[in-house]
Nanobody, 124 residues
Framework: QVQLVQSGGGLVQAGGSLSVSCVAS????????MAWFRQAPGKDREFVAA????????SYHDSVKGRFTISRENARNTVYLQMTSLKPEDTAKYYC?????????????????WGQGTQVTVSS
């Protein structure tokens, strides 16, 4: 089992910055994908960004490219999402996810474990 515990997020004005982090514990694996998804009220869960534990270029949804940065700190089993130039449409509950074998990083069903969710609210 893998447990994902999130922290960060909060309320910020449009144009501001926030970060969220996700600490993984339990039966860790050296391969696999860590990702961030978000879900706004009444909407489906949406892919935001993904990164592998082994390295490689991160992937982003087009709507956050150039504004969000996903990174990892393997020694601390932690994945971060740094969000800048935030917009009201970024308002959502953000979830980190871990998947052992992920063929399509943008599909929530591909991930095995989920964090508890962290609210990010951007005011206009």
């Amino acid at each position: 089992q893998v447990q994902l515990v999130q922290s960060g997020g909060g309320l910020v004005q449009a144009g501001g910055s926030l970060s969220v982090s996700c600490v993984a514990s339990g039966q860790m694996f050296n391969t696999g994908v860590m990702a961030w998804f978000r879900q706004a009220p009444g909407k489906d869960r949406e892919f935001v960004a993904a990164i592998t534990w082994k390295g490689g270029r991160p992937s982003y949804h087009d709507s956050v490219k150039g504004r969000f940065t996903i990174s990892r700190e393997n020694a601390r089993n932690t994945v971060y999402l740094q969000m800048t130039s935030l917009k009201p449409e970024d308002t959502a509950k953000y979830y980190c996810a871990a998947g052992r074998t992920v063929l399509d990083i943008s599909k929530a069903d591909e991930y095995d474990y989920w964090g508890q969710g962290t609210q990010v609210t951007v005011s206009s």
